[in-house]
């Protein structure tokens, strides 16, 4: 295991591109780091600078303390698995997993050893015969995992290493990466888009978009305490809704709908966006249908439903308020019907505002 540290880390590539700006970052030893953000936001940069394969253009980074910038991946104690499986195809998954050891010059027994072991927690001990082709692709990728972590490294990266898997099997290896984790305890970093993954694996997660980071925190932080519009609507499966509006006598008003602030910031908030345009956000799943449940401290808003997503442990519903379009997340049992008129409330704690112009989340209590 081993800390980590970036230091005002950036990445300008030799035709002038600034892929990654002022990354700074404290990795404590053994925990499970997720860097998250759509395709081009300087991920994989990242990664890469810290496995060695990319120089590091201005910044320093750390290994346990000690500088690291200039050392060659084989000094820097990591494994990194990548999206294709790069397994050779003509080696048995023996011979896979064994590889990277002979070449070492380790003594035969060790690395048979060492492959039983790697092998009995990966799950392919029946495997061992089988060349690659003759294995799905949840396999290959276990074997591609097993080849990082039968040599004894502090530090595991991945990239992107389940997007080459079918739905089912990515969510069967997401918890097999973790509980390898576990077992192993090496320090990892893994780059994903899907908020999904970086939800339901990482100890932290950092959110980047176009070579900056926008937030690091815990799943929790990130999805109750979002710093920003990116992050709010980055996070969460349907994403946050956003409703824009024009703070006029501390109110907005959502056509027939009037949201009081005063009812849920104090008044010097309320004061200070008087004659502004202002975000409000709420998730899907915070919402409650009027009617339905005993409605206190919340926002009523009346709308159109325009179309119905029945996903068996709730239902989306797509409604319309008079030209705004958001997503309701309804138990299944009251999905409404399409055309319908619904009324839905949400909850003062559930509210969320956004300053329109900078997007940066605005705190709603002193
Ligand atoms: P991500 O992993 O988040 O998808 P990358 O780190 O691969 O993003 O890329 C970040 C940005 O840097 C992208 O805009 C990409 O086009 C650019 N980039 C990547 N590699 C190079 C390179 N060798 N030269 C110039 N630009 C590059």
Redo the contacts with the bound molecule.
């Keep these: 295991m081993a800390y980590l540290t970036l230091r005002g880390i950036n990445k300008i590539?030799p035709?002038g591109?600034h892929?990654v700006h002022d990354f700074n970052l404290e990795i404590e030893k053994g925990e499970f780091i997720v860097f998250v953000?759509s395709?081009?936001?300087?991920?994989?940069?990242t990664l890469r600078m810290i496995a060695g394969l990319e120089n590091i253009s201005k910044g320093d980074f750390f290994i346990d303390g000690v500088r690291a910038n200039e050392k060659g991946p084989r000094e820097r104690g990591v494994a990194m698995v990548f999206q294709s499986y790069a397994l050779y195809p003509h080696m048995t998954v023996y011979d896979n997993l064994a590889f990277g050891l002979m070449l070492q010059g380790v003594d035969e027994d060790v690395i048979e050893e060492k492959v039983n072991a790697t092998a009995k927690i990966l799950g392919l001990t029946e495997y061992l015969d089988r060349l690659p082709r003759a294995l799905s692709g949840g396999q290959r990728q276990r074997v591609a995992v097993g080849r990082a972590i039968i040599r004894k490294v502090d530090i595991f990266l991945m990239d992107e290493p389940l997007s080459n898997l079918d739905a089912k099997q990515r969510v069967t290896m997401r918890s097999e990466i973790t509980q390898i984790h576990r077992q192993t305890g090496a320090t990892t970093i893994y780059?994903t888009h899907d908020q999904t993954e970086a939800m339901t694996m990482a100890d932290r997660i950092v959110v980047m978009k176009d070579g900056y980071i926008q937030q690091v925190g815990t799943p929790y932080d990130l999805y109750f305490n979002p710093t920003n519009m990116f992050v709010a609507g980055f996070i969460g499966e349907p994403p946050m809704n956003f409703i824009e509006g024009y703070v006029k006598d501390g109110k907005i008003n959502v056509n027939d709908n009037v949201i009081d602030l005063i009812a849920i910031a104090d008044k010097e908030v309320v004061d200070k966006y008087e004659h502004e345009e202002i975000v409000l956000g709420f998730r899907p799943e915070a919402i409650k249908l009027v009617g339905k449940e005993d409605i206190r401290k919340a926002f009523k808003i009346s709308c159109t439903v325009e179309l119905t997503e029945l996903l068996g442990d709730n239902t989306n519903v797509y409604v319309d308020i008079h030209g705004i379009k958001t997503i309701l997340k309804v138990d299944p049992h009251d999905s409404p019907a399409v055309d319908a008129k619904l009324e839905f409330a949400i909850p003062f704690e559930s509210v969320y505002l956004f300053d329109k112009h900078t997007e940066k989340r605005i705190k709603l209590r002193a």
């Design positions: 590539y035709n591109f892929a953000g395709s081009g936001c300087g991920k994989s940069t780059v």
